[in-house]
């Protein structure tokens, strides 16, 4: 079976750093799009970062220059490097691939960071 699980969520201050791990099972993420959403509360869940196959990356212009995507097949595991972490930064976190087979691809049950100032 199909799953994306999520971990190196907590809380941290501003100014600090996490990196969020996604490790994948059931597909391999070499032929997938991979990509990190958030949802704050009360808000509508907001793309923050993708990487394709070939490595090509896309960010929000709120995180561009802070987060950092990447991906190691080896180890079917995609991370979200995040610096200067910013308060309105806090939000459960997922990890999502893209599929020709499940529409709207797959989702992970998402990881909290919290952002303290």
């Known amino acids: 079976q199909v799953q994306l699980v999520e971990s190196g969520g907590g809380l941290v201050q501003a100014g600090g750093s996490l990196r969020l791990s996604c490790a994948a099972s059931?597909?391999?993420?070499?032929?997938?799009?991979m990509g990190w959403y958030r949802q704050a509360l009360g808000k509508q869940r907001e793309l923050v970062a993708r990487?394709?196959?070939?490595?090509?990356?896309n960010y929000a212009d709120s995180v561009k220059g802070r987060f950092t995507i990447s991906r190691d097949n080896a180890k079917n595991t995609v991370y979200l490097q995040m610096n200067s972490l910013k308060p309105e930064d806090t939000a459960v976190y997922y990890c999502?691939?893209?599929?020709?087979?499940?529409?709207?691809?797959?989702w992970g049950q998402g990881t909290q960071v919290t952002v303290s100032s």
């Open positions: 059931g597909f391999s993420i070499s032929f997938n799009v």
């Open positions: 999502t691939a893209d599929s020709r087979i499940v529409s709207g691809g797959y």
């Open positions: 990487i394709t196959s070939g490595g090509s990356t």
